[in-house]
């Protein structure tokens, strides 16, 4: 039977999840900035698996540990204070609590378990390159032919996709009807004739994402998700389950530490200016956290995230993007050198990349909608303003 984790004090829990990251994550992956790859990851992946713990946040049922929201912030605390790298986990974290809402019996039991187990690795077939914030004018084109639709077109920033073995496409089914009405969502077997990739390099200079041409690929029909033309409101689904992961308070609460411990190396914390700037990014992380833990909350009730998510999008990657800038500004000369630096001495040696963690966050406001989509959404969804 599965462990009730949630009823575990929170004290024990933490020391089981940091005891288990201590004695089992590969040494060599901590603290890793750029997106790890799947072939570095296979083998965490593998003891996560066998412990149960690769979908914290999915329920009991479909092989996740069920967590509730505090339990969730402590997991989450914990990977990040041992440097535990984020996956190719798109499965996990993406489509795999579409499929709970939205996919057909034979789907989740078919997909679920297979995302679980790290047989197949997904990516996300969304962005075109003239239908990025505007992302309903999309053109990839999908055409029924038998018992096949058929896909043509292009897609670009599918992130790892050279690494991923399966991609959800969204494609225009209907081009005759309002924009958003013409829309559906399928599921695509990387191994399907007709598909080529060509990789991007990032800002930091890692194969991050990649231009993905779908020439005739045929998929079956059984691979649509949800009703036909009905994409839209799965695609919307998706982007506020994608929106939370973003959310997650991992990547700011890593710069924060690497701030502190610049910071201490550098005998900062005895300056007030400096210290009321710490301070001030500190709440800001603690206020990211309880509000990220609200929408944990939310999904494990089993509501779909609505356009309020926006808003912790928001404010975690600009909170992040303020505390890199601070972490520059604190390992001044040194930090604009990339790769790991020492600020410490040679005894006592504190080693940080703040260049790198920069760097990272730069794509944050972008990536998953831009900022000013986000507040363009609050503003009309949330706040009710006129557009
Ligand atoms: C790191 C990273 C990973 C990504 N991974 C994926 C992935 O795996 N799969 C995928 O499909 N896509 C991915 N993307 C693409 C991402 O979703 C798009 O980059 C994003 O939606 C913005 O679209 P765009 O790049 O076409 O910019 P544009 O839409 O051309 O926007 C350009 C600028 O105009 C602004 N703008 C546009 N419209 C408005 C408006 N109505 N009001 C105000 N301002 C506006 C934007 O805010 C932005 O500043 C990724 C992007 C990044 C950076």
């Not at 603290?31 to 593998?46: C, K, P, T, V």
């Not at 605390?77 to 440097?83: A, D, L, N, V």
Request: proline share 5%; hydrophobic share 40%.
């Amino acid at each position: 039977m599965a462990r009730d984790y949630n009823a575990m004090t929170d004290d024990a829990f933490r020391t089981d999840v940091r005891t288990f990251f201590e004695s089992e994550y590969p040494e060599q992956l901590r603290y890793i900035l750029r997106r790890a790859r799947w072939d570095e990851m296979q083998g965490w992946w593998g003891q996560l698996y066998k412990k149960g713990w690769v979908a914290p946040g999915w329920p009991v049922e479909w092989g996740g540990m069920g967590l509730n929201a505090s339990k969730m912030i402590i997991f989450i605390e914990e990977m990040e204070r041992h440097g535990v790298a984020r996956p190719p986990d798109q499965g996990i974290t993406h489509i795999g609590p579409i499929l709970m809402h939205f996919g057909t019996e034979e789907q989740k039991k078919f997909y679920l378990p297979r995302a679980l187990s790290g047989e197949h690795i997904w990516c996300q077939g969304y962005s075109e390159p003239n239908s990025g914030s505007d992302l309903a004018s999309l053109r990839t084109s999908a055409v029924p032919d038998g018992d096949d639709f058929v896909i043509n077109g292009q897609k670009i920033w599918t992130s790892l996709a050279q690494d991923a073995t399966h991609c959800y496409v969204l494609t225009r089914t209907n081009p005759d009807v309002k924009k958003q009405e013409g829309i559906s969502l399928f599921l695509v077997d990387f191994k399907t004739p007709g598909i080529s990739l060509r990789p991007i390099v990032n800002l930091a200079g890692h194969a991050e994402f990649c231009q993905v041409f779908y020439d005739n690929v045929r998929v079956p029909k059984a691979n649509l998700v949800g009703a036909l033309n009905k994409g839209w409101t799965v695609a919307k689904a998706l982007l506020g389950f994608e929106r939370l992961a973003i959310g997650s308070p991992r990547r700011p609460a890593y710069a924060l530490q690497r701030l502190k411990m610049v910071a201490q190396a550098r005998g900062l914390f005895a300056d007030q200016g400096f210290l009321d700037r710490y301070t001030a990014l500190k709440l800001d992380i603690e206020d990211l956290a309880s509000l990220y833990g609200r929408f944990i909350e939310q999904v494990k009730r089993g509501e779909q995230v609505g356009p309020d998510v926006s808003m912790l999008k928001i404010w975690s990657q600009e909170a992040w993007q303020r505390l890199s800038e601070l972490l520059i500004e604190t390992g001044a000369e040194e930090a604009v050198l990339n790769g790991v630096q020492n600020y410490g001495s040679e005894d006592t040696p504190v080693e940080v990349d703040v260049m790198t963690t920069f760097y990272m966050s730069r794509p944050g406001t972008i990536a998953g909608g831009s900022s000013e989509v986000q507040r363009n959404i609050m503003s009309r969804y949330v706040l009710g303003l006129p557009v």
